[in-house]
């Protein structure tokens, strides 16, 4: 059983275009993430969701938008598509509480993003 | 300073070496601390958390200094399937459902 997924797994799309990535987690979590990996391989966060309210939003332009339906799902617009864009966007989980074992967070395969 | 900072590496070491990571972060205040594992074009993967007494996981053992905030990954008798990037992971906030803040990895080479 897959923990956390995400669709689509690439995504090849012209600048200016609208995109959107969906993220789901079946861990019955209550927090979920937004994770962008430039091609430096650095992992940053860009949005944390905890019971399917916004509590983290980092620096990120508001070309961005995280939508989540309920807690399991959390998905991710990007308007007007810049080469810049073009990253690894990971979705991740976790039980939302302090702790070890509940701090840990579990990543879907990630999102290969390519604005040409 | 870095909120948390690694050397990038690569480590190139023989099958059956000991190597070890080092990692420092910035966030006196910080309580958890975690070493990930992240393969070629793979998701980061927990390896395993670390502790304050230190904690060893069959050949890792992870250590934890609080005074100079460094936080220590050593792999004994390294195999081929070690090779991976291992990200070092602190959550500086000591709340929950924050963001955990990401090194930027450090490589690991295992050759036969």
Known sequence: ?116 | RKEVEQDPGPFNVPEGATVAFNCTYSNSASQSFFWYRQDCRKEPKLLMSVYSSGNEDGRFTAQLNRASQYISLLIRDSKLSDSATYLCVVNPYNQAGTALIFGKGTTLSVSS
Not at chain 1, 18 to 32: A, P, R, V, W, Y
Not at chain 1, 76 to 84: A, F, R, V, Y
Not at chain 1, 87 to 106: D, I
């Open chain 1, 1 to 116: 059983d897959t923990a956390v997924s995400q669709t689509p797994k690439y995504l090849v799309t012209q600048m200016g275009n609208d995109k959107s990535i969906k993220c789901e987690q079946n861990l019955g979590h209550d927090t979920m993430y937004w994770y962008k990996q430039d091609s430096k391989k650095f992992l940053k966060i860009m949005f944390s969701y905890n019971n399917k309210e916004l509590i983290i939003n980092e620096t990120v332009p508001n070309r961005f938008s995280p939508k989540s339906p309920d807690k399991a799902h959390l998905n991710l617009h990007i308007n007007s598509l810049e080469l810049g864009d073009s990253a690894v966007y990971f979705c991740a989980s976790s039980q939302g509480r302090l702790g070890p074992q509940q701090e840990t967070q579990y990543f879907g395969p990630g999102t290969r993003l390519l604005v040409l």
